[in-house]
């Protein structure tokens, strides 16, 4: 066995160097670095099933160090998955299924999207929540239909993030035994030898997270790989790290342990002399021996039989309990109670209260109905209106809570919560203040494009925050937020709105929501035409003879009513518009736009305690913007918004003069 794993790493290697050389870009280094930790995994160590893909029960692997993704793609096609050698050929090709780095929904047997250092490895974390999670929720006596382990392969950069520290710190809080991490040590980085900036000892700070380390393990030697895996799956109470030693394209004659070898492909004579130390015909591209073809068959014979049995247990398990397998189907699916919207709808509260109190009332009803929404805040619950109060905390030792307890650990918690999410089953949402979304963004982009639905809470969300000052109170955070493709952002006015925002977060399936919520009290705001909320945008107060547009979000829709109110006592015609969703407006139809913010009108106004970048394309040149283009100031709430001209009167007095 360990002889046909070396020669199934072999060919791993040299079908990495070939895919890489063929494309004329890529790194080639790792995957032939890690050929044999790999082939471990796939051929030996992993239950997984190429026939069977999304199988529930598999073990899953994820490429933190996504920039190896040839590695990958070589596994995933020895071992069966849909990935075909033409694939390996289009490595990096306009539209291939084997893109540089791994794809969530692109590339069968590819768990999440990797390449943003570390962003994998906290995936992984999550993955390994979920594990814990789902089990405790549908495991019985008589049956296991969730007991299975998660890997994650990364390197010297991925350790060098601060997101893996981070995650690494909640995942050994949580004591995840079931998730196994491979450090490929190698010392190597794109500019040299690590040495150059990364000397800290990784296995001791792993220990203070409260991992199990497994030193020196000698990364191309199959049969201390095992055992070091075998070693990991002993230990049920911490995750463990494994401290893989490997060489930088191990074999290559002259580039072997060299940074050259990182990111660019190693040549024609280098890759011949590469085959010929490891026993592949060195002319053959893409060279598969017979023997090797064998043994992948027997791996995948050997495969189908386990995911056979899983698949009976499931169906007895299914057959004997009924309730749970109903659940099971609802939480996969995502399924919404039909009467969601009318139970949300029936809320009622009184106002003036802030809408991240009123998201809060409206998650822990919607908590009742969904008992697959799970999530948590970065240690700032109280102040988001986000703890679950009928319902446990995740612990180390309660894995059936629905309350995560994140930490200051933005990062990996967004992380994280798409792990959670790609696994399937469970809906994340998680929740900051809005000025501390900018340490989330990289897993943010990740997930929308993944397409996952997680749910984004961020509060505090303009100057009105008042005395903590400039540095927590949000400019550019919403544009900023806005301009991610793929990414709803929803800022509500009232309850009704945040009712609304609640709706189409929930609704929304293909990609992520942003709540953006106030800190500060708002009234309940009377409405011309709220059935159109779902539209992105609507009129609050609407005359058919108006002239001039106020158009505002969030807090300052109530700020542009009482404007409007003192332009009408001097005569002014005012329509007064809520956006609450503006991606969402600017797909509605060029009459329905314009209806809104129309291009005849005497005076369109922004009104909006960010910038103002994003709103000028649905404007005329002499339209106005009553925005915040620096920083903000400390103070009470109101007076800095007075103070930086969010005040009726004020904008009154500017509208007038731009007439």
Not at 57 to 74: E, I, K, M, P, T
Not at 296 to 305: A, D, V
Not at 315 to 326: C, Q, R, T
Request: overall charge negative; aromatic content about 8%.
């Amino acid at each position: 066995m360990i002889k046909l794993i070396n020669k199934f790493a072999n060919v791993v290697k040299g079908l990495s160097a070939d895919a890489v050389e063929k494309a004329n870009s890529g790194h080639p280094g790792l995957p032939i670095g890690c050929a044999e930790i790999g082939s471990v995994l796939f051929a030996d160590i992993m239950n997984h099933d190429p026939e069977h893909p999304k199988w529930p029960n598999r073990d899953r692997f994820v490429l933190s160090a996504g920039h190896g993704s040839v590695l990958l793609y070589s596994l995933l096609h020895l071992t069966g998955y849909k990935l075909s050698l033409n694939d390996l050929k289009n490595f990096r090709q306009l539209n291939s299924q084997t893109p540089g780095h791994p794809e969530y929904g692109h590339t069968e047997g590819v768990e999440t999207t990797t390449g943003p250092l570390g962003q994998g490895f906290s995936n992984a974390v999550g993955m390994a929540i979920s594990e814990k999670i789902l089990g405790q929720k549908y495991n019985t006596e008589k049956n296991q239909i969730i007991d299975h382990y998660t890997y994650t392969l990364l390197g010297d950069g991925c350790m060098m993030e601060g997101i893996t520290s981070e995650a690494a710190s909640y995942a050994g809080h949580l004591g995840l035994g079931k998730l196994i991490a491979i450090y490929d040590d190698n010392d190597i980085s794109i500019a040299g030898n690590t040495d150059i900036t990364f000397t800290e000892n990784v296995g001791k700070r792993f220990e203070a997270y409260n991992w199990h380390v497994i030193n020196n393990v000698d990364g191309h030697n199959i049969e201390e790989l095992k055992d070091a895996f075998k070693e990991a799956k002993k230990i049920k109470d911490k995750p463990t790290l494994i401290i893989a030693k490997t060489k930088i394209a191990c074999g290559a004659p002259t580039k072997e342990c060299k940074s050259s070898a990182h990111g660019a492909p190693l040549g024609e004579e280098e890759i011949k002399g590469l085959k010929k130390n490891i026993s592949l015909p060195p002319e053959k591209k893409f060279y598969i021996s017979d023997e090797v073809k064998k043994f992948s068959e027997e791996i995948q014979t050997r495969l189908s039989s386990k995911y056979n049995n899983w698949k009976d247990g499931f169906n007895k398990w299914a057959e004997n309990n009924p309730k749970l397998k109903e659940n099971w189907e609802k939480s996969q699916n995502l399924n919404l109670p039909p009467d969601l919207e009318n139970i949300i709808n029936e809320i009622e509260i009184e106002a003036p209260m802030a809408t991240r109190n009123l998201s809060g009332e409206v998650l822990r009803r919607v908590a009742d109905e969904l008992d697959y929404l799970i999530g948590g805040s970065a240690d700032l619950a109280p102040s988001n209106k986000t703890y679950l109060d009928k319902y446990e905390e995740i612990q180390r030792d309660n894995f059936n809570g629905r309350n995560f307890r994140f930490g200051v650990r933005e990062h990996a918690m967004a992380g994280i919560a798409n792990g959670i999410s790609v696994y399937g089953g469970l809906r994340p949402f998680v929740s900051t203040f809005l000025v501390f979304s900018d340490y989330m963004k990289p897993a943010i982009r990740m997930a929308a494009l993944m397409k996952q639905p997680n749910i984004y809470i961020f509060t505090h969300d303009s100057i009105y925050v008042g005395e903590d000052g400039p540095t927590h109170q949000p400019i550019e955070h919403l544009e900023s937020l806005r301009v991610i493709p793929n990414l709803d952002v929803i800022r509500p006015a009232d309850l009704e709105e945040t009712k609304s925002a609640w709706i189409q977060a929930l609704n929304k399936k293909d990609g992520p929501t942003a709540l953006i919520l106030s800190r500060q009290a708002l009234p309940s705001i009377k409405k011309d035409n709220p059935e159109n909320m779902g539209k992105g945008a609507y009129f609050v107060n609407r005359s058919e003879e108006a002239d001039i547009n106020l158009i505002a979000t969030g807090s300052e829709v109530s700020l542009a009513l009482e404007t409007a109110k003192i332009l009408a006592g001097e005569g002014e015609k005012i329509n007064v518009v809520s956006v609450l969703n503006r991606d969402e407006f600017s797909k509605q139809s060029k009459e329905y736009r314009e209806k809104l913010i129309p291009r005849n009108n005497k005076l369109n106004v922004i009104i909006e305690a960010g910038v103002s970048s994003g709103w000028h394309k649905f404007l005329n040149r002499d339209d106005l913007t009553i925005t915040m283009e620096g920083y903000g100031l400390s103070g009470p709430g109101v007076e800095v918004a007075e103070h930086f001209g969010f005040e009726a009167k004020k904008i009154a007095n500017k509208i007038k003069n731009n007439l």
